[in-house]
Structure formats: structure tokens, C-alpha cells
């Protein structure tokens, strides 16, 4: 579903109209039309796997689909943000502009908040430690130019180990890792721009 919404918006976008999405293939048609484009093929190619994509999502939105059909195996999913990207892609490129950045970003995890990132990497406070306390230990990762909290520890804490674990298991594409005791850092890694840490 997502997917299909960001092929539409994509579509709107590219064309500079924004009402394609309802009547999907004739509306895309008469944009192109009517700005003068040459025709998209829908009979072979990435715009007749468009066609199946739209007919899945169908499935999903206007028809009563058993549930098996609404939550069919992953690859499935893969497959349509497969498609929708490469027509975003191509819509763009069609039209003579160039194709957004985040069409490609198949690597965002999202933006880190306080005491959680979007993507789920929580961190917890010992009980009886403050946070904000000149001594307290804090690991930090750097995560697009953005600080963000893995481990808060109590002040006697070596924190070797657990700069060690997050090195091992942090899964993104960070840029350093920065410990501090209060507001001083103590201890500050940095990865190479042609290294960084991805796991």
C-alpha cells in the first residue's frame, strides 16, 4: 500500500498534477498527453508490472479478499517497492527531471528522538541513576550528523564493553560513537567515511 501511494504522489509530483491517482493508468495518460510527453508503454516493461501492482493493491482495497490475500509473504511486499521504485524512477526520468533522492535510500532507518529512535532502538535508565548527573556515563552513536543514546550507566561503569557491543551489533551506517560523563566526552571513535560501521 505504501508503496503504491509513493508511485502516485511520485507521479503527481513529476507532472505537476494532482489528480492522477484516482483512474490511475487514464489519468497518468492524459498528464502525459496533455504536457505533450510521448506515450508509456503499458504492454511490456516496468509500466505492465505497474499494472500488476495496481491490480494487487485492488485486491487488497476494493475487493473482499480472504486474509491470506491481505497478508500475503514478504516477497511479495518486496517485489512492489521493487516496481514502484523503478517507475518512480521512470516517470521522472520520462519527463525530463530528475528522480528524488529518497527513491534510492533503501538503507534509512528513520531519525533519532530522546529516549527512542524511529526505528525502535530504545535505551533504558538503570533505576537510581540520573541522566543528567555530572558524572553519569552516556554512549552515543552517531547517526546522520544526529547523537543518539544507546546506553545511560551509573558513574563507576567501564564502558569498553558496551561501546564494544554496540560496534557488533548496531546495524546502521554510523559515523563514530562518543562517550561522555556528564557533558565532557571521555572517549570519541570515528569511521572513515569509506568504512562506516553497517552490521
Known sequence: ????????????????????????????????????????????????????????????????????????????ADEAIITARKAIIEIYNHVGKRAPHWVKDNEDQGWCVKGMSIFANAYSIPPGVDENASDTIKIMYIYKDNECI????????????????????????ISGIRVYRGQEVINEIQFPMDKIRCI
Open 1 to 76: 500500500m505504501t508503496s503504491w501511494i509513493a508511485l502516485e504522489i511520485a507521479c503527481q509530483e513529476a507532472l505537476e498534477e494532482p489528480q492522477i491517482s484516482y483512474s490511475f493508468k487514464n489519468n497518468l495518460n492524459h498528464a502525459i498527453e496533455k504536457k505533450s510527453f510521448s506515450k508509456l508503454d503499458w504492454g511490456k516493461g516496468i509500466w505492465q508490472q505497474v499494472l500488476n501492482l495496481q491490480g494487487l493493491r485492488k485486491n487488497c482495497v476494493h475487493r473482499f479478499s480472504q486474509e491470506s490475500d491481505l497478508f500475503p509473504d514478504a516477497s511479495v
Open 150 to 173: 544507546r546506553d545511560v550507566l551509573p558513574a563507576n561503569t567501564d564502558p569498553a564493553p558496551y561501546v564494544a557491543k554496540l560496534i557488533a551489533t548496531i546495524g546502521l551506517p
